[in-house]
């Protein structure tokens, strides 16, 4: 069981910041924190995946007043998804016609559900981003909607005004990510752990949300 945990956490991570790159290349739009990260990088000598990195250690300090703990799927999130951004947006080319941009953009929000299952699957302890908006949610006792639109309003706001792409593919993601994360959790529920575990809406540990 811990080999396959493993399997689907680090195939999970790779496929995710595959999928942040081709999304990137789509050029319609990002998810908000990657409109967050992608203003940052455009104004500072740093690659995309860098500044993925270093925003995943900056809010994982964050987790200290919150009292939560990070897990190995924690620790390599912040590592393995910069690397794969990284390595992605090396590999591909930029997509230009509109036809191809939305077949791009498609399949980009497919890949990232199927990592999230993958990722949150393993059951190794929540993405940076994700701890975040778990820890909020127990200590102020508030809905766990208000604080992730709360957090996700934010950092889409402030990658705007930096500059970041906000487009019908922003739209795309935040509709259409949830629907395919529960559409695809059967395929994985019989082999992984990590859907088992109880809500945070009934005051108990985190439930898996969609990564990053």
């Known amino acids: 069981m811990l080999l396959r945990r493993l399997i689907a956490l680090y195939i999970g991570l790779v496929l995710y910041g595959l999928s942040m790159a081709v999304m990137v290349r789509a050029g319609l739009g990002l998810d908000p924190w990657d409109v967050f990260h992608q203003g940052v990088a455009d104004r500072v000598p740093l690659s995309f995946g860098a500044v993925v990195a270093i925003t995943g250690v900056a809010v994982l300090l964050a987790w200290i007043p919150l009292r939560q703990k990070p897990g190995l799927g924690t620790v390599s999130n912040v590592v393995v998804i910069a690397v794969a951004v990284d390595a992605g947006l090396w ?3 930029e997509v230009h016609g509109l036809p ?3 077949g791009a953009m498609g399949l980009a929000v497919v890949v990232n559900a199927i990592a999230t299952v993958l990722y949150i699957g393993a ?4 993405g940076p981003r994700d701890g975040l908006m778990t820890g909020l949610v127990l200590r102020t006792g508030r809905p766990v909607w208000l604080i992730r639109t709360s957090i996700e309003a934010t950092v889409l706001t402030t990658g ?3 500059g970041g792409s906000v487009g019908i593919g922003t739209l795309v993601y935040a509709f259409g990510i949830g629907p395919l994360i529960q559409l695809m959790i059967p395929f994985v529920d019989d082999y992984l752990p990590g859907f088992r575990q109880p809500s945070v809406e009934r005051g108990t540990e985190p439930s ?3 990564a990053a």
């Open 123 to 126: 059951g190794m302890g929540p």
């Open 160 to 162: 705007w005004l930096l």
């Open 208 to 210: 898996p949300v969609a």
């Open 100 to 102: 191809w941009q939305v």
């Open 91 to 93: 590999l591909l080319p």
